[in-house]
């Protein structure tokens, strides 16, 4: 019987983590003991958050500005992590944005960063961080996926539920290869999530009309991925309404699937 997972004296790095979900993770993690490693672009959010944590939690917390869409972000990130002597023991792969619009419209280069930053970027962590994992026979790696990644893809936006859907079966791969080894692996499959991340995507006019039933917040989420990890469960979809979402997509004939969700992608995707 698997036992409880225990934060308390271990190191988590977390990308992403200046707002919204990753945001949250430090927070839940530093109240459990974590110490932390938090990477984002904006340093000043990530510097005010680690004093926040500091003093609340009295764990320790380091800063590192990284911009996950550069091919030598995680190289560099590594190299600072030895440098600074810092072993990781969980590694939660959060960062992430999506691209609005029609797919032929949309610049070339900002899919290709985005590609970097959703695929590239959270393997390349955990292909470097793993093996020390492995010699310690000790560690966590949560990805951060997406309910879009286990429902048929929608219009706009258009590499996001693919990539999302390859974080899910990358985390069950790993699973399958490092069961047995002490190491736990999640992918997390949140549905609407009240963060920063529709702001950014310039979708938020269009999801504040969405019915509130279909929103969690992030403290939810987190603890629900905090719960799966306990339980070594590799696949967490927070969330009643999201795993009923989950359960009719995967029932409904594929045709009928896909086409409910293309009647419903104007509601939460830009496509202009």
Same mark, same amino acid.
């Given at each position: 019987?698997k036992?409880?997972?225990?934060?308390?004296g271990?190191r988590?790095?977390?990308?992403?983590?200046?707002?919204g979900?990753?945001?949250t993770?430090?927070e839940?993690?530093?109240?459990r003991? *974590?110490?932390l490693?938090?990477t984002?672009?904006?340093?000043?959010r990530?510097?005010?958050?680690?004093?926040k944590?500091?003093?609340?939690?009295?764990?320790e917390?380091?800063?590192i500005?990284a911009?996950?869409a550069?091919?030598?972000?995680?190289?560099d990130l590594?190299a600072?992590?030895?440098?600074?002597r810092?072993t990781?023991?969980?590694?939660? @792969?959060n960062a992430g944005?999506?691209?609005?619009?029609?797919y032929h419209?949309?610049?070339?280069v900002?899919q290709?960063r985005f590609l970097q930053?959703?695929? @590239?970027?959270?393997?390349?962590?955990?292909?470097?961080?793993l /093996?020390?994992m492995?010699?310690r026979?000790h560690?966590a790696i949560? @990805?951060?996926?997406?309910l879009?990644?286990?429902? /048929?893809?929608?219009?706009?936006?258009?590499l996001?539920?693919?990539? $999302?859907a390859?974080l899910? $079966?990358f985390?069950?791969?790993?699973a399958?290869?490092t069961n047995?080894?002490?190491?736990?692996?999640?992918?997390l499959?949140?549905?609407?999530?009240?963060s920063?991340?529709?702001?950014?995507?310039?979708?938020r006019?269009l999801?504040?009309?969405?019915? @509130?039933?279909?929103?969690m917040?992030?403290?939810?989420?987190?603890q629900?991925?905090f719960?799966?990890l306990?339980?070594?469960?590799?696949i *967490?979809v927070p969330?009643?309404v999201?795993?009923l979402? $989950?359960?009719i997509?995967?029932?409904?004939?594929?045709?009928a699937?896909?086409?409910?969700?293309g009647r419903?992608? $104007?509601?939460?995707?830009?496509?202009?």
């Open positions: 019987m036992t409880s997972f225990d934060w308390r271990q988590a790095l977390i990308t992403g983590a200046s707002a979900i990753g945001q993770f430090a839940m993690s530093a109240a003991g *974590c110490h490693v938090l984002a672009r904006r340093i000043d990530l510097e005010a958050l680690a004093a944590l500091r003093a609340t939690y009295g764990i917390v380091d800063c500005a911009d996950l550069e091919p030598t972000a995680i190289a590594v600072e992590l030895e440098h600074r810092l990781i023991d969980i590694v939660v @792969n944005f999506g691209v609005p619009g029609a419209q949309s610049d070339w900002a290709a930053v959703m695929i @590239n970027a959270p393997c390349e962590l955990v292909h470097r961080l /093996p020390g492995r010699e026979r560690g949560i @990805n951060v996926a997406s879009a990644g286990l429902v /048929p893809g929608s219009a706009g936006s258009t996001y539920a693919g990539s $999302k390859m899910i $079966k985390s069950q791969s790993l399958l290869e047995g080894q002490g190491i736990r692996v999640q992918a499959c949140p549905g609407f999530t009240f920063e991340f529709h702001d950014v995507t310039g979708a006019e999801v504040s009309k969405m019915p @509130n039933y279909l929103w917040d992030a403290a939810s989420v987190v629900a991925s719960d799966a306990d339980r070594d469960r590799v *967490c969330g009643r999201n795993r979402l $989950k359960f997509a995967k029932h409904l004939p594929d045709q699937a896909l086409g409910l969700v419903r992608s $104007k509601q939460f995707r830009r496509l202009e």
